[in-house]
């Protein structure tokens, strides 16, 4: 019994309880907590991997910076009543199981793998523990970031910056100018 | 038997249990102690003399208080929600504790032959760490406006989340001059990379005269407030604005919103909101010190591990002061100029700033001078951006505007 296995059960029960509970809690605002104390128990998860930069970086993305603005949104719009139970994409539930049994088998799949490598004796905690202690953790996901996958990396960051502008774009008040040649192009269509 | 009990814990376990409840104790007194600090540097600056009735110099003011309120009714808004209400107090709290995890408030001690160093935990993510913990901080004010269930808190806890988000960005980029500079992301390189003094460069060795010219600045010690002024600018801006304090402290602008998010509480939830707006100001106050003012750095002498902790405490203590001295000094700011001071200004501010040690910093030699120089086209970059804004010409009237004025009415 050491530390690291207390740890992981911590994790655990907080990951798949936060999951349960988010699933069943009938109030917006209780589900976005739940989804903050599943991002807060996967950030452990990555902690105790030794993945350092990702642990801090999901508690800083997700659980600091998204998940508060779903509560800003939630709190805003004021939906803090029970949510409607109306569907508005059709065939939402049949396309939401067949979805989640692929990601299920993939997980699955993953699991499998995993287990009969390390029966295989292919130690992959050892070559991860030598990577983060030299250059260390910080270091080496850089360098990976930099070098071998630069072009995801940056066709990532494109596709980010295209939905930052796109939502400018979408969002941005008209200046009286626009609004007025706008409107007036709008009434020449009604003339013609 | 114990020894048995040690071996199977293990001692690095122990060690690090022993120091959180050190460092947890110390920073509830810390706290007491700055509680009344402020209010009697407050009181000084406004011409008042401050709690002074209990205990010497009044120093027992606060515990009276926290006694006070330990005791006190603990009410719930009949609209409140009763899981959020509850948890809004301790997620103001507990991150701000956490934080303290990376600061390293002193240099080492040996026990036995074990090395102890003066920081909980030297993670080699620690800035990271700290801006992590910064940002869940932001949960505890959220949830206390909306689950009191009234319109004050709700109204403070709106505003303070986009003004933490905000202000959260500029302190994130603030920090990234520093890494670059020091290489590391953890707190102890940094102080330990701030050791010695700039009197130590060896760039001019062998020059006749600046050799000369050097060594006089040998006493000058080689902190990064020298060449990352403009770095510790933003980071203390944005630092106050992350606590919540005036002039950023429009969560709970009394004239407008009673209270703000801690309308609705009172007794010993209040306490601990207002315990962890306290620790934050400590934090932040020893993270702008670990990170531009050069840690435990200073002088040494008497016994080599009491110094460095004295170092540390006064330099956090300045800060502090400098904390309270702004409060008593700036007026709050309206809420669309905090917005604009930081999205406009600060953000912007930082990404060039980070350019530019970016590329002084691809070349080893004589940083500092050429940071100074950069620093200044920097200030000239910063002055030239605030004299464009049209809103500061409506701040400023200028004589057209005057003369709108009918004559006759006074």
């Known amino acids: 019994m050491n530390l690291e296995v207390i740890l992981f059960g911590v994790m655990f029960v907080m990951a798949l309880g936060c999951s349960i509970a988010m699933l069943f809690a009938p109030n917006a605002v209780h589900v976005a907590l739940f989804l903050v104390g599943t991002q807060i128990a996967l950030a452990l998860a990555f902690l105790l991997q030794g993945a350092f930069f990702v642990a801090a970086i999901q508690i800083i993305v997700y659980a600091g910076a998204i998940m508060v603005l779903f509560l800003f949104v939630i709190m805003l719009l004021g939906i803090d009543l029970k949510e409607s139970l109306v569907e508005p994409l059709t065939g939402q539930r049949g396309l939401a199981l067949v979805l989640g049994a692929v990601l299920a088998i993939g997980l699955l799949f993953v699991a499998i793998q995993g287990a009969s490598l390390a029966a295989g004796g292919a130690d992959g905690t050892a070559a991860l523990t030598e990577l983060n202690q030299d250059p260390g953790n910080v270091q080496a996901i850089a360098r990976a970031l930099f070098s071998r996958y630069l072009l995801p990396f940056e066709v990532t960051s494109i596709l980010l910056v295209v939905a930052i502008v796109g939502v400018m774009v979408l969002a941005r008040r008209l200046s009286a100018v626009e609004t007025d040649s706008r409107e007036r192009a709008a009434m020449n269509e009604e003339a013609a | ?410």
Do not use: C
């Open chain 2, 1 to 410: 038997m114990i020894g048995n009990i040690i071996d199977w814990i293990g001692a690095p376990v122990i060690v690090a249990a022993v120091k959180v409840v050190v460092v947890f104790l110390v920073l509830l007194v810390v706290t007491m102690l700055v509680i009344w600090f402020e209010r009697r540097v407050l009181a000084f600056m406004q011409s008042r003399l401050g709690p002074n009735r209990h205990g010497p110099f009044g120093l027992a003011q606060t515990l009276a208080d926290g006694i006070k309120l330990f005791f006190k009714e603990d009410f719930r808004p009949k609209n409140a929600d009763r899981w959020a209400y509850a948890l809004a107090p301790v997620a103001a709290m507990v991150p701000s504790f956490l934080a303290f995890a990376v600061i390293p408030i002193g240099d080492h001690v040996t026990i036995g032959d074990r090395r102890v160093d003066f920081i909980l935990s030297d993670l080699n993510i620690g800035l990271l760490y700290f801006l992590a913990m910064g940002s869940l901080g932001v949960y505890g004010i959220v949830l206390a406006g909306w689950a009191s269930g009234s319109k004050y808190p709700l109204l403070g806890g709106i505003r303070s989340t986009a003004q933490l988000i905000s202000y959260e960005i500029a302190l994130g980029l603030s920090l990234v001059p520093i890494v670059l500079v020091a290489g590391s992301l953890s707190t102890q390189d940094i102080v330990a990379a701030q050791a010695g003094s700039i009197g130590d460069v060896t760039v001019f060795d062998g020059i006749p005269v600046l050799e000369q010219v050097s060594s006089i600045f040998r006493f000058v010690p080689n902190w990064y407030i020298w060449s990352q002024w403009p770095a510790f600018l933003i980071f203390l801006i944005a630092g106050i604005a992350e606590t919540n304090r005036a002039p950023f402290d429009l969560p709970e602008a009394e004239t407008e919103l009673v209270a703000g998010f801690h309308t609705e509480y009172s007794g010993i939830r209040f306490a601990m909101f207002f315990l962890g707006e306290y620790i934050h100001v400590v934090a932040i106050s020893a993270m702008a010190v670990t990170l531009f003012f050069g840690g435990w750095h200073g002088p040494q002498f008497g016994i080599p591990w009491i110094m460095p902790l004295v170092w540390f405490t006064l330099k956090v203590l300045f800060f502090v002061y400098l904390f309270v001295w702004v409060r008593a000094t700036l007026p709050r700011l309206r809420y669309d100029r905090l917005m604009w001071l930081g999205w406009k200004r600060l953000i912007p501010a930082a990404l060039v700033w980070i350019m530019v040690t970016a590329v002084v910093n691809t070349e080893g030699i004589s940083q500092s001078v050429r940071l100074g120089v950069f620093g200044l086209l920097f200030l000239a970059v910063l002055v030239w951006m605030g004299r464009g804004d049209p809103r500061l010409a409506l701040i400023v009237p200028t004589k057209q505007r005057g003369r709108e004025v009918p004559s006759g009415t006074s």
